[in-house]
């Protein structure tokens, strides 16, 4: 689908609202979803975002708002799609008191410029992300933590205080800039992950951390997914709180380690106190279960490499690809259930298995229809990320329906009514 010819009443009449090169016509490398805009506009503030969203809800226009583009492909395909809101000019740092383990930044501002600003104070972001180009408001805006969620926390926890502008030119500013903040209904939290259907997210305060005192990472080669939940009922019962724990299955090359082709890479990440890295030092060997082998990372210089390799395998783009939320105690049965042909990465301290197929798009359905079935024995959630367009129309990527659809959709009518924020891309035409 090529852009149309924007209409040039609608071009002008954005630029007499935006003027300057804030303001261009949409190109084929703008898609979403096979959807081409006829319009991109990056607003260089909150007050000129806000006149955008007006004109474009006065105009019936459909709205994209968009971060760093490195994950446009999560949601069902837009209903349709006339402009994108660009946040690449809405960005900086707003206010850091790094004695307050405190960060305000504008919401085009990117996890790598965070991650470099608050390190240099010896601090850690809680953002995560997989990748540096990811902006803090398309991260927020997908919800999704990372794989060191566990030592880390949810991200929508690492989040104090947001301003959003919605399609009627309200500007909501919830919580505060301060660690016990809410009073009243936790704003916040309803804007994490839902995916830029209610408003766009212009300013974001997060939680920072010291940097720990210790770290080190544990790497693990073992024989199936089953054992890999063996090994986190292990360091559960050694009272051990991992920062991550990832198990990846055998078909994954990977290149930062040389691996045994079959065996299962676990990698467990530890940061806090010196002790605990001395009890897994001192004690892991004699808990693994046999057949187990190890290797103990004290390094962060050699660490880190490992853990970058693994956010840019869980972020690639792949025939179909999709996330599986269960019961921790169930996702290593679950990751042992899915087709031989799937690859996966299975997190079982958060009950998380990303999966991965590469094949032929004619079989891709056939696959799909496999995962559900095992996703559905394991009472699974199930997010379908990518996926040939006719696999992603059969069906909704989010899974069923989850209980309180009504009321989701009452938000939705209330912050949106006229659906000009990614329309049809939230679960179930939300
Ligand atoms: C299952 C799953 C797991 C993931 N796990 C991780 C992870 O572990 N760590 C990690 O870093 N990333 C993870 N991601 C990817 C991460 O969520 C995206 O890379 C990130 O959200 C994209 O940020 P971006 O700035 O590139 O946004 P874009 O790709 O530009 O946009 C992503 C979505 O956010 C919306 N959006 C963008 N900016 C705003 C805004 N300011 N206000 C409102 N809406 C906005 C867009 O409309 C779009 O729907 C995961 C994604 C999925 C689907």
Redesign the pocket.
């Known amino acids: 689908m090529t852009a149309a010819e924007p209409s040039p009443s609608a071009l002008d009449a954005l630029q007499a609202v935006l003027p300057g090169d804030a303001v261009r016509a949409g190109r084929d490398s703008d898609a979403i979803a096979g959807h081409v805009p006829s319009w991109v506009a990056a607003p260089p503030d909150e007050a000129s975002l806000r006149d955008v969203l007006t004109w474009a809800r006065q105009q019936q226009q459909a709205v994209?708002?968009?971060?760093?583009?490195?994950?446009?492909?999560?949601?069902n395909p837009p209903d349709r799609l006339d402009g994108i809101v660009s946040?690449q000019r809405?960005s900086g740092i707003v206010d850091y008191p790094a004695g307050d383990l405190t960060i305000t930044v504008r919401?085009?501002t990117?996890?790598a410029e965070i991650a470099e600003t608050v390190e240099a104070e010896g601090q850690w972001s809680p953002?995560?992300?997989?990748?540096g180009?990811?902006?803090?408001?398309?991260?927020?805006?997908?919800?999704?933590?990372?794989?060191w969620?566990p030592g880390l926390g949810a991200l929508r926890d690492q989040v104090l205080e947001t301003r959003?502008v919605h399609p009627d030119g309200r500007v909501t500013r919830s919580g505060a800039r301060v660690v016990k903040n809410v009073t009243g209904y936790d704003l916040n939290k309803l804007?994490i992950g839902?995916?830029?259907t209610l408003?766009?997210?212009?300013e974001v305060c997060l939680r920072l951390r010291p940097r720990p005192e210790a770290t080190a990472t544990l790497l693990l080669g073992t024989t199936d997914a089953l054992t890999a939940a063996e090994i986190t009922a292990l360091l559960r019962r050694a009272g051990l709180d991992p920062t991550g724990l990832a198990f990846v299955s055998p078909r994954h090359d990977a290149p930062v380690i040389d691996r045994p082709p079959g065996v299962v890479l676990g990698l467990l990440k530890l940061a806090g106190a010196a002790a605990d890295v001395a009890w897994l030092r001192d004690n892991i060997s004699t808990e693994l279960p046999a057949g187990t082998t190890w290797t103990l990372l004290e390094e962060p210089e050699v660490e880190e490499p490992i853990w970058q390799w693994l956010?840019v395998h869980?972020?690639r783009e792949t025939t179909l690809s999709?996330?599986l939320g269960t019961l921790p105690m169930q996702a290593g049965t679950l990751a042992a259930s899915l087709p031989v042909e799937v690859d996966w990465v299975l997190r079982p301290w958060e009950g998380v298995v990303?999966w991965y197929w590469s094949g032929p798009t004619e079989q891709a359905a056939e696959i799909s229809a496999a995962i559900h079935v095992a996703a559905q024995a394991h009472q699974a959630g199930r997010?379908l990320?990518h996926a040939p367009s006719a696999v992603k129309a059969s069906g909704d990527v989010f899974g069923e329906r989850p209980p309180g659809f009504e009321t989701m959709r009452g938000l939705r009518d209330a912050f949106d009514p006229e659906r000009v924020?990614?329309p049809g891309?939230f679960l179930h035409g939300l």
Not at 127 to 131: K, Q
Not at 139 to 147: D, I, M, N, R
């Open positions: 994209a708002p968009v971060g760093g583009r490195t994950q446009l492909a999560i949601g946040t809405l919401a085009g990117t996890a953002l995560d992300a997989l990748s180009d990811s902006t803090v408001g398309g991260l927020l805006a997908v919800g999704q933590s990372g794989p969620r959003v804007f839902s995916l830029g408003g766009v997210l212009t956010r869980l972020r999709g996330r990303d997010l990320i924020l990614n891309r």
